[in-house]
């Protein structure tokens, strides 16, 4: 077996693990992390159960809310589980937005490229705006939220934003986190953490249908997995998005990630590739330091639309609320 770099970084990511094992042990620790399918009920709300985990010998879950598609983690000590499967959570919550996207997603799962849901519910002129963390070297790009934060201050607080992150920039970026974490503690920003894989392989030199998570030996439920745990280690709750790295997938990848109870979601407004922004798109630019263009059309975007900005005529939307509404009968 050849080694490669998502070789590499899997065994540095277990390494990591170990080493900081010693000092999370106490802490943060968790252990036990499985895949699991039931319902419960939390707040007197049914709630879908998608993991489980122990945390400083704690049991913990980590449900999604079908109606709102807020995903929490609760503790699970005390709390009846139902077990179940997808064919009986589907048809028990297919009324609901978050079966209602899933089920929406695998049928939209033909191409290999930008799959799953693009467009949210356009209510006004609104946007949603996700920001790509894939791997890289460079500082994440600072301004994109300093300047959201800036030009909604009047009108939106906090700035509701999608990150979609790798477990490798997490890796790397340990001042940046903290520096966004310190932003959603003074209420600037609201994150939805969307997973983009750990390793987010890629192959300049491969053709698209050969590369990303298509590339083969790709474990695809580490990579999921990874990135949740990389979140949940530092006291950050995933949401029940995913996005492909890419934006490149496949019918059998889309089935992988949904039954993993992740909904892929796509872009019709990658800026970098010259698609503009309508009323309901789905924005996508790179926050990683790597797509200047895109982070300077988004600026311009909100410099232009800065009047109706102003009047509350243009807003951004939260992801979740988003396909909520796109989804709500
Ligand atoms: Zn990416």
């Keep these: 077996m050849a080694i490669n770099k998502q070789h590499i970084c899997r065994i540095a ?4 693990f170990l080493l900081m094992g010693f000092n999370i042990i106490a802490q943060n620790e968790i252990g036990n992390y499985k895949v699991a399918l039931g319902v419960v009920d939390y707040n007197n709300h049914s709630n879908i159960v998608l993991r489980k985990f122990i945390k400083k010998g704690n049991p913990f879950f980590v449900i999604v809310n079908p109606d709102n598609l807020e995903t929490s983690v609760i503790p699970s000590e005390g709390i009846t589980f139902e077990p179940s499967d997808w064919p009986q959570i589907t048809e028990k919550f297919k009324k609901t937005p978050y079966i209602q996207s899933l089920e929406t997603a695998k049928k939209q799962s033909l191409s290999t490229e930008d799959s799953g849901i693009v ?6 002129h609104s946007i949603t705006l996700t920001i790509d963390l894939c791997p890289s070297h460079k500082p994440l790009d600072r301004v994109i939220f300093s300047s959201l934060i800036n030009e909604f201050k009047k009108t939106e607080k906090p700035v509701p934003v999608g990150l979609s992150i790798t ?3 997490m890796l790397t970026h340990q001042d940046d986190l903290l520096w966004l974490e310190g932003l959603v503690k003074s209420g600037d920003i609201n994150i939805t953490w969307i997973n983009h894989t750990y390793n987010h392989h890629f192959n300049p030199k491969k053709p698209v249908t050969d590369n990303f998570l298509l590339a083969p030996n790709t474990d695809v439920s580490f990579e999921i997995i990874g990135t949740e745990i990389a979140l949940l280690q530092r006291g950050l709750v995933f949401s029940a998005f995913f996005r492909f790295p890419g934006l ?18 796509g872009s019709d407004a990658w800026l970098a ?9 789905i924005v996508l630019i790179h926050g990683n330091g790597n797509e200047p263009v895109g982070v300077k059309d988004f600026i311009n975007l909100l410099h232009t639309e800065n009047d109706a900005v102003m009047k509350k005529q243009w807003l951004l939307y939260d992801l979740r609320e988003s396909v909520e509404n796109e989804f709500q009968e």
Excluded: C, M, N, W
């Excluded at 992988?256 to 909904?263: E, N, R, S």
């Excluded at 590739?273 to 798109?281: E, F, R």
């Design 167 to 169: 477990g490798r920039f």
């Design 248 to 265: 490149v997938s496949s019918p059998k990848l889309i089935d992988q990630v949904a039954a993993f109870g992740l909904i892929p979601i």
């Design 13 to 16: 990511f277990y390494i990591t």
């Design 273 to 281: 590739k010259g698609q503009q922004a309508q009323s309901g798109s």
């Design 119 to 124: 467009h949210g519910y356009p209510k006004e």
